[in-house]
Antibody
């Protein structure tokens, strides 16, 4: 059974960076490529990027191409999402999500990591 | 591709039939998924391919549509169905977009 367990809540100052982790169990990154989404208060989910097995690379949403870095550590089955240059608008719940063999939708979700950006 | 959901809020009584709408700004074929989200929880996928129920999803949930117009129907709303529902297109990879959601609450 695929499970995604994320790191805890963070409070950051504007301009700082945050790194959220997502531990995958019950599968591998090849079988269940990891994607990252975020959800601001009262809004729908927003896709940030994720691994495309067909291209063999991580694809970022245009909005996040400069500020976000997604990495994976196969030795620990843990994925990471780092967001730099935080602003108050980045306050949101950040989710990792996946599916069996990349299909464009998300069957498996982490529990979410709340990131608050406040001075 | 912009996904627009309507209505924003739907107030219903248990046992009623509910139809939620999702419109795409251009055709997404049948590459559309529906999710349910309850407070404090991650979204849960209900439907993919516009009409295929995910594993373990009750048969009272059904999806229809293709191109730009889609619906999610709950044939008889149960107490556990009161939640926010989102549609998501995945036709325009590598761009994935969600709708703004429809909240189904108790009348």
């Amino acid at each position: 059974q695929v499970q995604l367990v994320q790191s805890g809540a963070e409070v950051k100052k504007p301009g700082a960076s945050v790194k959220v982790s997502c531990k995958l169990s019950g599968s591998t990154f090849n079988e269940s490529p990891i994607h990252w989404l975020r959800q601001a208060p009262g809004k729908g989910p927003e896709w940030m990027g994720g691994f495309d097995p067909d291209r063999g690379e991580t694809i970022y949403a245009q909005k996040f191409q400069v500020s976000v870095t997604m990495t994976e550590d196969a030795s620990t089955n843990t994925a990471y999402m780092e967001l730099q240059g935080l602003r108050s608008e980045d306050t949101a719940i950040y989710y990792c999500a996946s599916n069996d063999l990349w299909s464009g939708y998300f069957t498996y979700w982490g529990q979410g990591s709340l990131v608050i950006v406040s001075s | 591709i912009v996904m627009t959901q309507s209505p924003v809020t739907l107030s219903v009584s248990p046992g009623e039939r509910v139809i939620l709408s999702c419109r795409a700004s251009r055709s997404v074929s049948d590459n559309l998924a529906w999710y349910q989200q309850k407070p404090g929880q991650a979204p849960r996928m209900l439907i993919f391919g516009a009409s295929t129920r995910a594993a373990g999803i009750p048969v009272r949930f059904s999806g229809r549509g293709s191109g730009t117009e889609f619906t999610l129907t709950i044939s008889s709303v149960q107490s556990e169905d009161f939640a926010i529902y989102y549609c998501q297109q995945y036709n325009n990879w590598p761009s994935l977009t969600f709708g703004g959601g429809t909240k189904v609450d108790i009348k």
